[in-house]
């Protein structure tokens, strides 16, 4: 199982990015695709999440109306939507895709990740 993660970069203050995802490398039908973050010497963090078959999608509190994800089932491919970047979102996102619904939430396989770095 492969996950490209791709669509960082570096970007203003105020300003969009679109992450991708693509996932390949398996059969079957992914369930639950996670987009986590890793600021600069600080742990790793959720960041929002899609269901694949419905859509359904959560975001973490801080997040929300900023950050959405999605998905494009035919592609195996999944989004995140940031918008109004700040500083403090400067990070390494990570994808993340899950074959089954667990709980507590946990990934089977996670993408190498990619740079985002806004700028003030």
């Known amino acids: 199982v492969q996950l490209q993660a791709s669509g960082g970069g570096l970007v203003q203050a105020g300003g969009s990015l679109r992450l991708s995802c693509a996932a390949s490398?398996?059969?079957?039908?992914?369930?639950?695709m996670g987009w986590f973050r890793q600021p600069p010497g600080k742990e790793r963090e959720f960041v929002a999440s899609?269901?694949?078959?419905?859509?359904?999608?959560y975001c973490a509190d801080f997040m929300k109306e900023r950050f959405t994800a999605s998905r494009d089932n035919a592609k195996n491919t999944g989004y995140l939507q940031m918008n109004s970047l700040k500083p403090e979102d400067t990070a390494v996102y990570y994808c993340?895709?899950?074959?089954?619904?667990?709980?507590?939430?946990?990934?089977?396989?996670w993408g190498q990740g990619t740079q985002v770095t806004v700028s003030s």
């Open positions: 899609v269901k694949w078959h419905f859509g359904d999608t």
């Open positions: 993340a895709i899950a074959f089954v619904d667990y709980y507590p939430r946990q990934y089977d396989y």
């Open positions: 490398g398996f059969t079957g039908s992914i369930y639950d």
